[in-house]
């Protein structure tokens, strides 16, 4: 370890408060801007993180464009509603995006923010379908398995005239719909707001247009149970394609709350047996994942990481350095202990500790967030300054008492690097 630039002794763990803080309420998350680093979100087809937005089509600059799908999801998915109880979840959500034709009078296709199955269908590359169904199928309602709300800039032969906002179930041929008084050509940004009421059941949008460059904002809702049409749990994020004509869809700042919990196991909540292979992946660890729901400090409390940097390098060690260096590697090497990452690592989960993924500032040294590929989990990274020997001393008492945790069954998973 002596070779390495920096020679620290890290430390990433999650805590007991996994066990004894309940997760508050349902999802929560707020994204003022996407970063390609962010694994909270996933990409499929054509959609991507790009300039701190989410670009869901490409840039028709980019390549020959005919048809061009995008979907953004969020990584976990929302408990909707629950059989045991019969509740249903209210939910909101807001966000702003850009529909840009770059001038172009003629422009296809539009975005939805959508809720599905939690194992979704596949992306459909077929422009009026907005990514969700394919085109032959668009309005076969026993074949689509969605609620959207569609910002939809192309009339197809089930659309009203012109640009329109639309509720769609199932169907791409919307069950109510309204004008959109949009600017694609300039490519004005969008505010818009969904909620959903359990109690009143009513799916209610609002968004803004622009009539002559002033803004004004435009309302739309159906009254829907949602129980009767989607499964307990959805994945719900953004959809967006074109076709033979284009724009470019850009997802600018999304947050979003729900207040149902998701129910299930507290050791793997997110990985239900009826789970495809394909988000498998995904979803282990979900232990941990689940603690820490992005800009949610709250959750995320349900882990905690430590990260030791010594003061000295390596070779001038103080002898207690050495002792208690000796001790934590005979912690590690009985395989009960935490694991062992390297500090390169860790730098790489949190971005170089950049300040956009420090969570907060402990007793001895910032805590950021991170992904840690390894392992498939999120993490939070306690980094503790040079030469606090209160720090390396907790370090050590942490590194006890997750062993001996471990020893216990109590603890899902703990991590230690060198
Ligand atoms: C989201 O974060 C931004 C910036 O931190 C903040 O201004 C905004 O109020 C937050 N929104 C919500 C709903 O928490
Ligand atoms: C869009 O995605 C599809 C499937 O991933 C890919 O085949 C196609 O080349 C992509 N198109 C562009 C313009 O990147
Ligand atoms: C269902 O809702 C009722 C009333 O809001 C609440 O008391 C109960 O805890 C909820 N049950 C679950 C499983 O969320
Ligand atoms: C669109 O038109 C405006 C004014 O006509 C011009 O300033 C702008 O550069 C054009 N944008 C593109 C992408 O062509
Ligand atoms: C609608 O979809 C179902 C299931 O895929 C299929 O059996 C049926 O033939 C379709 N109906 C039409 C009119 O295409
Ligand atoms: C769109 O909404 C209007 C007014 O609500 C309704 O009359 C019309 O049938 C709707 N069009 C379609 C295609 O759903
Ligand atoms: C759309 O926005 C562009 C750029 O701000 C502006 O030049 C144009 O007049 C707007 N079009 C309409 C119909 O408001
Ligand atoms: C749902 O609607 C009812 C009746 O309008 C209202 O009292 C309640 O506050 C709403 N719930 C939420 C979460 O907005
Ligand atoms: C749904 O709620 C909105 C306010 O949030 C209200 O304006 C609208 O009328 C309601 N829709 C129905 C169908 O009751
Ligand atoms: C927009 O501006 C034009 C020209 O100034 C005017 O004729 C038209 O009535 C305006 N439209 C609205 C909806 O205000
Ligand atoms: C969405 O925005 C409205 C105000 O526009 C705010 O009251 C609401 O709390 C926001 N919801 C979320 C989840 O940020
Ligand atoms: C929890 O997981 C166990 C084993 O995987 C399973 O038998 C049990 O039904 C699950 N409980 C719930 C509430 O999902």
Not at 293 to 311: D, H, Q, T
Request: proline share 4%; charged share 20%; net charge neutral.
């Amino acid at each position: 370890m002596g070779k390495l630039p920096a020679p620290f002794l890290l430390f990433v763990f999650s805590t007991l408060f996994t066990l004894i803080i309940p997760s508050a309420g349902g999802l929560s998350f707020n994204f003022t801007i996407f970063s390609p680093n962010d694994h909270s979100i996933t990409y499929d087809g054509n959609a991507s993180a790009s300039d701190e937005a989410i670009q869901l089509t490409k840039n028709r600059i980019d390549a020959n464009m005919a048809s061009n799908s995008g979907r953004a999801t969020y990584y976990k998915p929302m408990q909707l509603w629950d059989k045991a109880s019969g509740n249903l979840t209210d939910f909101t959500t807001n966000f702003t995006f850009s529909i840009d034709s770059q001038n172009a009078s003629k422009y296809g296709d539009g975005l939805a923010f959508f809720l599905g199955p939690e194992e979704l269908p596949p992306l459909r590359f077929d422009g009026a379908g907005l990514g969700l169904v394919s085109n032959n199928q668009a309005t076969n309602t026993t074949d689509n398995q969605f609620v959207a709300v569609e910002f939809d800039i192309f009339q197809n032969e089930f659309d009203p005239p012109g640009e329109h906002v639309g509720i769609d179930i199932n169907s791409m041929k919307s069950v109510n719909n309204i004008t959109w008084k949009c600017n694609i050509t300039g490519g004005k940004t969008t505010e818009a707001r969904i909620s959903y009421n359990s109690s009143t059941h009513n799916l209610s949008v609002s968004f803004t247009g622009y009539i002559n460059n002033t803004m004004e904002t435009q309302f739309l809702s159906h009254i829907v149970s949602l129980r009767d049409i989607l499964p307990e749990r959805v994945r719900f994020g953004f959809s967006a394609s074109t076709g033979l004509s284009y724009a470019i869809h850009t997802l600018r700042s999304w947050n979003f709350s729900s207040s149902l919990e998701i129910v299930g196991n507290v050791t793997n909540p997110a990985s239900p047996p009826n789970d495809g292979a394909r988000r498998n992946r995904k979803k282990k660890r979900t232990g941990v994942a689940v603690g820490l729901g992005v800009g949610s400090i709250v959750v995320g409390a349900a882990m905690v990481g430590f990260l030791i940097k010594f003061l000295c390098r390596h070779e001038e060690d103080e002898e207690g350095d050495h002792v208690l260096e000796e001790c934590m590697d005979d912690e590690f090497e009985r395989g009960t202990g935490p694991k062992k990452f390297s500090y390169r690592k860790l730098a790489r989960a949190t971005n170089n500790f950049k300040d956009e993924e420090k969570l907060g500032e402990g007793g001895f040294g910032g805590v950021y967030k991170g992904f840690l590929k390894e392992i498939d989990s999120f993490v939070a990274v306690k980094r503790v300054s040079r030469g606090s020997k209160q720090g390396i001393k907790e370090y050590a008492a942490e590194v006890k008492i997750i062993s001996r945790l471990r020893h216990m069954k109590l603890s899902p998973t703990h991590w230690v690097v060198s």
